[in-house]
Every structure is written in C-alpha cells, then in structure tokens.
Nanobody, 124 residues
C-alpha cells in the first residue's frame, strides 16, 4: 500500500510560481509512474502531468504545457510539480497519484493510489 502526501500549495498572485511536492511511502517508489491531477469546484478532475518511473518521459495537459514541469527524485521518493506563470484558472485542489502500469497515464482510473490533495489558489 502506497501512501502519498502532497504539500506546497497556497495562495499566489497571477503570474507567480509554486512548487508542489508529493512524498511517497509504503512501496518502492521507482516502481510507479506518477501523475498530477487537479479539480476545481464544480468541475471534473483534470489531468495535469505524468512522469515515467525513471523520470525520462513526461506528459502534460494542454492547459499547462509550457508553464508546468513535473520531475521526480527516486532517492527521496518524491515527485514535484513546478508551476510558473500561474493563472486564475489554475485554482484547484491538486492531487498526486501513483500507477503501477508502464503505460503513461492521462486518465484517473489508470492510477491506484491517491493523495489527499493540496489547495492552490491564484488571485488576480
């Protein structure tokens, strides 16, 4: 059983930056692909970014491409999401998730384990 704990959320102004972290425990971190998703009130959960087990392959949702960067440190069992040029529409609860499949994952049901989320609020 893998436990995931997100941190780093907060309130930031438009154009600002935040770095989210997700610490994993209870499993061999390098055996899992990792993803970030977000959900705003009244909206469906949205794919943000995905990273392969080794960290060599990444994928991004269209709305964040070029602004967000996903990375991981397998020695620290942690995945990161660097968010730059933040917009009001980036406001959401951000979740990290772990998947045991090799296939890159843009869909929530590809992931077996989820964190509780960290809130990101971008003000204008």
């Amino acid at each position: 059983q893998v436990q995931l704990v997100e941190s780093g959320g907060g309130l930031v102004q438009t154009g600002g930056s935040l770095r989210l972290s997700c610490a994993a425990s209870g499993g061999t971190f390098a055996n899992y692909g990792m993803g970030w998703f977000r959900q705003a009130p009244g909206k469906e959960r949205e794919f943000v970014a995905d990273i392969s087990r080794s960290g060599r392959v990444t994928a991004y949702g269209d709305s964040v491409k070029g602004r967000f960067t996903i990375s991981r440190d397998n020695a620290k069992s942690t995945v990161y999401l660097q968010m730059n040029s933040l917009k009001v529409e980036d406001t959401a609860l951000y979740y990290c998730a772990a998947r045991s499949t090799w296939t890159m994952g843009r869909v929530a049901n590809q992931y077996e384990y989820w964190g509780q989320g960290t809130q990101v609020t971008v003000s204008s």
